[in-house]
């Protein structure tokens, strides 16, 4: 092969993946004008989707494709993403306080100083996802995934993390104060300067694969609705998180 063929070819291996991004782009167009104008749109395609600054304000995204989007800034506060794909998306300081993300997958996606406080993690998957600085708050992430993630200096104070899968996460400098750790799977994981302070690790499988029984002297357990952590927290029932999803 000629140094000019393999020139060629080298550039047309370079071009390929903004030559597949524009009609990519293009045939999602409508799917991205319809849930701009709605605020509803469950079950789409919206891969790379460009909805940074977005207002999605209750949207209904549930089971929709969102692998790769760019979510940066983006308002998604009391959003519906039940079972929806994030798969390797950027949502970096986005807006999620009350959202729905239960068995959502996350995956590899970007969420560093996200606010997911109150949200509904519930059986996700967000396996090397980075949540580095993200507010976790009172947040249900319970039988979540949480192998190899970036929790380091995380928010996580009063949040329900029973039964989850957390081998060799980060969460170095995180706020665990009042959650709920029972029978979580802490192998291999990293709790350096980790603010543990009224959290329940009863049944919990810690780094060195000891399991703790710190909290399985309490007679009656509180539901984690009632954690003194989490009173501040505001109701899922508020007024007007009901008028949004009516409309």
């Known amino acids: 092969m000629t140094k000019i063929k393999l020139t060629i070819l080298t550039a047309a291996i370079l071009l390929l993946p903004f030559c597949v991004a524009v009609p990519l782009q293009a045939q999602n167009l409508p799917s991205i004008k319809r849930l701009l104008a709605t605020r509803g749109c469950p079950g789409c395609d919206l891969f790379g989707a460009s909805l940074s600054r977005a207002d999605l304000f209750g949207a209904s995204l549930s089971r929709a494709t969102l692998t790769r989007a760019d979510l940066v800034d983006a308002d998604l506060t009391a959003a519906d ?30 969420i560093r100083g996200a606010n997911l406080e109150n949200a509904n993690l519930s059986e996700s998957s967000l396996q090397e996802a980075s949540l580095k600085f993200a507010n976790l708050k009172c947040s249900n992430l319970s039988a979540a995934k949480l192998s190899r993630t970036d929790l380091r200096n995380a928010d996580l104070s009063g949040a329900n993390l029973t039964g ?21 799977d802490l192998t291999d994981a990293r709790l350096h300067k980790t603010n543990l302070t009224g959290a329940n690790l009863c049944g919990a499988r810690m780094p060195d694969r000891k399991t703790s029984r710190r909290g399985c002297e309490i007679q009656k357990e509180q539901p984690i609705s009632t954690n003194n952590y989490c009173n501040y927290c505001y109701a899922i029932q508020d007024w007007w998180l009901n008028v949004v999803r009516l409309n």
């Open 81 to 110: 993403l039940m079972e929806a794909n994030l798969n390797n998306a950027n949502m970096r300081n986005a807006f999620l306080a009350d959202a729905d993300l239960s068995k959502a997958d996350m995956s590899r996606a970007d």
């Open 164 to 184: 989850a899968d957390i081998q060799e996460a980060d969460l170095s400098g995180a706020n665990l104060s009042g959650a709920d750790l029972r029978n979580a």
